[in-house]
């Protein structure tokens, strides 16, 4: 699924894209913005991960880095800039079913929080590196405005992820900054839904993408998730 503008009018055409995180959803948005004509660069920590996907994306750069860590940022920035549009669609570590707030332990929330840090480290490295009306994507997911029972964790995981893009939405004006929320991608019940469709990987990228190409949507949270936000949550 690729967003309709237009042959030729993509607002991407010649644009420099980074796309940082190697997981499915970060594959995708690398391929929807290069089917758009972008320039662009697709970064993980994982030298292997990037070979695993690199056939995949033709046309795409691969570049290792680890921007959890502030240095390493900065300076990812500063190699590929300018820049017109970063995704930062890592997922991160991941915490046990264990998702509640008093069951989860300190350890893995702690390392499941680096995807916070590594939203956060873009964005103060993003200053100067991005054209002005250029724009950082985060992602978050729906638990953050649907409290449930033994999601908590994850609920404030996300939530923290919404503020900070809230915020420096003011501070980085004008480049813009938005989050995408996802709903369970691929394995939400179709009973917290309001659409028989389940959420996929490219669902998710074509909004990055589109976030990338309008120039009015600033401070946002979209959510992607089939009405999951107003479903039953039976």
Do not use: C
């Not at 042959?7 to 995708?28: D, Q």
């Not at 004509?37 to 993980?44: D, F, Q």
């Not at 394995?187 to 990338?212: C, E, I, K, W």
């Amino acid at each position: 699924m690729i967003n309709s503008w237009g042959s030729g009018s993509s607002p991407l055409a010649g644009k420099r894209v980074l796309v940082v995180g190697t997981g499915k959803m970060g594959v995708a948005a690398a391929a929807h913005a290069r089917a758009h004509g972008a320039e662009v660069t697709l970064s993980s920590r994982s030298e292997q991960r990037l070979a695993e996907v690199g056939p995949a994306l033709p046309g795409v750069m691969l570049v290792a880095a680890d921007p959890e860590d502030a240095e390493q940022a900065v300076d990812l920035l500063e190699r590929l800039q300018p820049l017109d549009h970063v995704a930062v669609l890592a997922g991160g570590a991941s915490v046990s079913r264990a998702y509640g707030i008093a069951n989860t332990p300190a350890g893995e929330a702690q390392r499941s929080f680096a995807r916070f840090w590594l939203s956060y480290h873009l964005l103060q490295a993003a200053g100067g590196r991005i054209r002005p009306g250029g724009s950082v994507t985060l992602l978050s997911g729906s638990s953050s405005r649907r409290p449930s029972d033994g999601r908590g964790f994850w609920g404030t995981l996300h939530g923290a992820i919404e503020a900070l893009g809230r915020n420096a939405a003011f501070e980085l004006a004008p480049v813009r900054v938005n989050t995408v929320s996802p709903g369970g991608i691929g394995v939400t019940p179709m009973n917290r839904q309001l659409v028989p469709h389940r959420g996929q990987p490219d669902d998710v990228a074509a909004m990055v993408v589109s976030l990338m190409g309008n120039p009015a949507v600033t401070g946002t949270v979209v959510d992607v998730d089939g009405g999951e936000f107003l479903g039953t949550f039976e």
